[in-house]
């Protein structure tokens, strides 16, 4: 089972809200990504997880806060945004095996559709 | 640096015939590459690697792609597209430096006419 699942589907928020998006995976996998994706566009990566420590960050507003409360979860907290800020949120997992990262596929979600009013 | 070219915004195909989606790349090192396949408000599905070995590389749904180092491409073909191929197509670089970060290609959208 090569599956990723997120949740909520579709998320409207308004600028002053938080809310969280969920990602899991039951794959074993130990590395766990989070990108955005606007329309037509390659998606960007956002942060890494590797065995549940932040691995990488790639210079993203504190607006949005990962977490990664075990190997199987992997949450983004959201508050305060801004309308530019919505995007397709595209979670990722690989398996991460010591020194092979470079090789792994990485296995996508299908994605949270967030919409900031 | 290292960087990941799709030369082709769109592909236009007819049912049946061959397709053909360009991948060009840029690393140092050994590069390896992937491909995904995304429809609409999907997320992205991986098709098939290359990381070593045989240069023709078989995947899912009936793709395959070819590694040519001296011409640094990698190339996604199928022999008979279906009108269900429509999609956008994306190529990736994985950094050989062992992290975990993939180069997109800026994508291909191919539409394949019934």
């Known amino acids: 089972d090569t599956e990723v699942t997120q949740t909520p589907k579709h998320l409207v928020m308004g600028m002053t809200n938080k809310k969280s998006l969920k990602c899991e995976q039951h794959?074993?996998?130990?590395?766990m990504y989070w990108y955005k994706q606007k329309a037509k566009k390659p998606p960007e990566l956002m942060f890494v997880?590797?065995?549940?420590?932040?691995?990488i960050n790639e210079s993203v507003p504190s607006r949005f806060s990962p977490e990664c409360p075990n190997s199987s979860l992997l949450n983004l907290h959201l508050h305060a945004l801004q309308p530019e800020d919505s995007a397709l949120y595209l979670c990722?997992?690989?398996?991460?095996?010591?020194?092979?990262?470079?090789?792994?596929?990485?296995?996508f979600g299908p994605g949270t559709r967030l919409t900031v009013l | 640096a290292q960087s990941v070219a799709q030369p082709e915004d769109q592909v236009n195909v007819a049912e049946g015939n061959p397709l053909t989606v360009k991948c060009t790349y840029s690393?140092?090192?050994?590069?390896?590459l992937f491909w995904y396949v995304q429809y609409p408000n999907r997320g992205l599905q991986f098709l098939l690697k290359?990381?070593?070995?045989?240069?023709l590389v078989k995947g899912s749904y009936g793709f395959e792609a070819e590694f040519n180092k001296s011409q640094t491409s990698f190339h996604l073909k199928k022999p008979s597209a279906l009108v269900s191929d429509s999609a956008l197509y994306f190529c990736?670089?994985?950094?050989?430096?062992?992290?975990?970060?993939?180069?997109f290609g800026t994508g291909t959208r191919l539409k394949v006419l019934a």
């Open positions: 990722a997992s690989s398996q991460d095996l010591s020194g092979r990262a470079s090789t792994d596929t990485q296995y």
């Open positions: 794959m074993g996998h130990r590395a």
């Open positions: 997880y590797s065995y549940e420590k932040l691995s």
């Open positions: 290359y990381i070593t070995g045989d240069n």
């Open positions: 990736a670089v994985s950094l050989t430096s062992g992290t975990y970060k993939y180069i």
């Open positions: 690393v140092s090192g050994n590069p390896y």
